[in-house]
């Protein structure tokens, strides 16, 4: 076969130009740290991108789950810890205001800070985060209790339906958030707080020792939930903590499937770029010789 100059050169041009297509894919890696920058350039690497960076998204949700978990359990906690605290002063109050040697303004004056007591409590059980009533169960757009002699506890208290604050944590796996409302502020705790602030207001000692016996019986449905909410945070905890290695592990992955190894790429850049001069410089001398370069 006959080659031509024409022949010579174009294929000098295909082959300048297949240089400047790797040059520029080279390039591109190296700015953008990224194996490809569109799906045709490796639809492997793209399709396999596609579902561990679902994955990972998948990974980052569960991880704002356990944040919202960690907000309700944190201030349940801290609200039952300030219940409880309240509801052994007025056990200290109640065994002080039993005692004979009371006359009827000291029993007043217990009546007096029972009441305040009473009144923080109703504050805690209709403790909000982010605007939702934390426990309320599910019912979380109403207030728990209504302000009154004594409090009123909402009437769907001991419904199961409203028991469980659910909160996925990973797949197919759900937390309960919440207390149970039914263990903790009930209608049972308010009576015996309005019964013993009414007892010292009356300047009446009967009766206190079963006021005395029902109110260890609130102390201990709070101190029952109290242990069960933080069995759960330690629950809580490890879950966090395999979520953790499954972020690190589902990031490799993304990593190792999409970004470029720098230092290849900027050694393969660097001989392209050697190589790519070196054609420019052979073609360019082939392209310019004539006929009158072959009759010297």
């Known amino acids: 076969m006959r080659v031509t100059q024409s022949m010579v050169s174009a294929n000098s041009l295909r082959n300048i130009s297949s240089s400047y297509n790797k040059l520029a894919e080279l390039n591109n890696q190296v700015a953008t740290g990224k194996k490809i920058t569109k799906p045709s350039d490796d639809p492997v690497v793209a399709m396999k991108g596609m579902y561990f960076r679902s994955n990972l998204n998948q990974v980052e949700q569960y991880k704002r789950n356990l944040s919202e978990l960690h907000l309700w359990m944190d201030n349940s906690e801290a609200g039952l810890e300030q219940a409880t605290s309240g509801l052994d002063r007025v056990r200290e109050l ?3 205001g039993k005692n004979g040697t009371n006359d009827t303004d000291e029993r007043a004056a217990i009546a007096k800070e029972i009441a305040q007591i009473k009144d923080d409590l109703v504050n805690v059980a209709n403790t909000q985060i982010n605007g939702k009533y934390i426990f309320h169960g599910t019912d979380v757009s109403n207030p728990l209790v209504t ?11 001991n419904d199961p339906a409203i028991d469980s604050y659910g909160v996925e944590v990973s797949q197919g796996i759900t937390m309960k958030a919440n207390v149970s409302p039914s263990s903790t ?3 049972e705790m308010f009576d015996v ?3 013993i602030e009414d007892k010292f207001n ?6 206190l020792d079963d006021l005395l016996g029902r109110l260890d019986g609130v102390i ?3 101190n029952r939930e109290r242990a069960e909410l933080g069995a759960r945070s330690n629950r809580l905890e490890m879950v966090e903590a395999r979520i953790d290695a499954q972020e690190v ?3 490799k992955v993304l990593s190792d499937n999409e970004d470029v190894d720098m230092e290849k790429a900027i050694t393969n850049l660097s001989v392209q770029e050697s190589v790519h001069n070196a054609a420019l410089a052979v073609g360019a001398r082939l ?3 004539s006929l009158i370069d072959f009759l010297r």
């Open 287 to 289: 392209i310019q010789t």
């Open 249 to 251: 592990m589902a990031t």
């Open 220 to 222: 201990n449905s709070m």
């Open 185 to 187: 502020f009930n209608q």
């Open 147 to 157: 302000n009154g002699t004594p409090p009123t506890v909402a009437a769907n208290i």
């Open 193 to 195: 707080l309005q019964g």
């Open 94 to 96: 109640l065994l002080q």
């Open 202 to 207: 009356s300047n009446d000692t009967e009766g």
